[in-house]
């Protein structure tokens, strides 16, 4: 019996509680064991065997064996990953993590960051030592919030934080002036050298999670807002919604809108991509779904 980790509907990643995480049998969903060490991201191992956790107690990435019940790897004193994700065969693990720099006194006495020199960068790990392959500097010029690798694992998506500059026609005056529109732009990488090959440009400043097809010929995108956006704290209420991108058009082919409020953990599609699940604080919801 393989054992896998779970908290919501998607089994890949989740955040763990403060005791750590729970692992439970797949037929007969019985607590196996808890694993008391912090919080943090999870990501399960393709063959159920590993789990490798991110920012948990200390800044770190750890690799668990769920068959020896022991920890294989620990790496300390890195930069707490916002997102990850492992290749389907088990082999790359990528991680994005936001670099502070250095701490400076501010003119109050206190210690922190300058906000300005942030680097939002992807790391490439390699999944069995968990050793650096390379680090790819400044991917988004904002936080990374979502990673996924395609179904072959030759290239990865990423999910940051983006914006540029639009002019805007006041309705009223008739005034023109410059503004920040806010866009959430996806970028596709190489997993081998770590170049960027592709953009696409997402109509939401706030992707959830990307998930790629079977096939991968397109891509699932859970995103909020639009990107008519300019100021972000005046549409706290806009909706979510599920969008289809057919990545070589770079376009969006399907769009479903979840007409829901509040806090969005998760989203997972079944394999045979007919049913979505989507996980809120306190319910599930699930959608009947056709790829165009």
């Not at 694992?153 to 990423?158: A, C, E, I, M, R």
């Amino acid at each position: 019996m393989n054992p896998f980790v779970t908290k919501y509907t998607d089994v890949s990643q989740t955040a763990a509680e403060e005791f750590g995480f729970e692992v439970y049998g797949a037929k007969n969903y019985q607590l196996l064991k808890k694993v008391d060490k912090g919080s943090g991201i999870l990501l399960a191992g393709p063959h159920g065997r590993y789990v490798y956790q991110g920012g948990f107690r200390q800044k770190g990435l750890r690799k668990y064996d769920l068959q020896e019940w022991r920890e294989v790897k620990s790496i300390y004193g890195i930069d707490q990953p916002d997102a990850m994700a492992l290749s389907p065969d088990g082999r790359i693990l990528v991680d994005a993590a936001t670099d502070q720099g250095e701490l400076f006194i501010n003119k109050y006495g206190r210690k922190q960051y300058d906000r300005k020199k942030y680097k939002y960068n992807i790391r490439i790990w390699d999944a069995e030592s968990l050793s650096l392959i390379r680090v790819l500097e400044n991917a988004h010029i904002g936080e990374t919030k979502t990673l996924a690798f395609s179904p072959n694992g030759k290239f990865f998506v990423s999910g940051g934080a983006s914006y540029h500059k639009k002019e805007f026609k006041s309705p009223h005056t008739g005034s023109v002036r410059e503004v920040a529109v806010y866009m959430q732009p996806m970028k596709l990488w190489n997993t081998k050298t770590g170049k960027q090959v592709g953009t696409i440009m997402s109509s939401g400043y706030t992707s959830k999670k990307i998930q790629f097809s079977k096939g991968g010929k397109y891509l699932f995108v859970l995103d909020k807002g639009s990107n008519a956006t300019i100021n972000l704290h005046e549409h706290e209420e806009s909706e979510w919604s599920l969008k289809v991108y057919d990545i070589a058009a770079n376009r969006v082919v399907d769009k479903l809108k979840i007409k829901r409020t509040g806090t969005l953990y998760n989203f997972a599609i079944n394999s045979m991509q007919t049913v979505l699940a989507v996980s809120w604080a306190n319910q599930i919801w699930l959608y009947s779904i056709a790829l165009p």
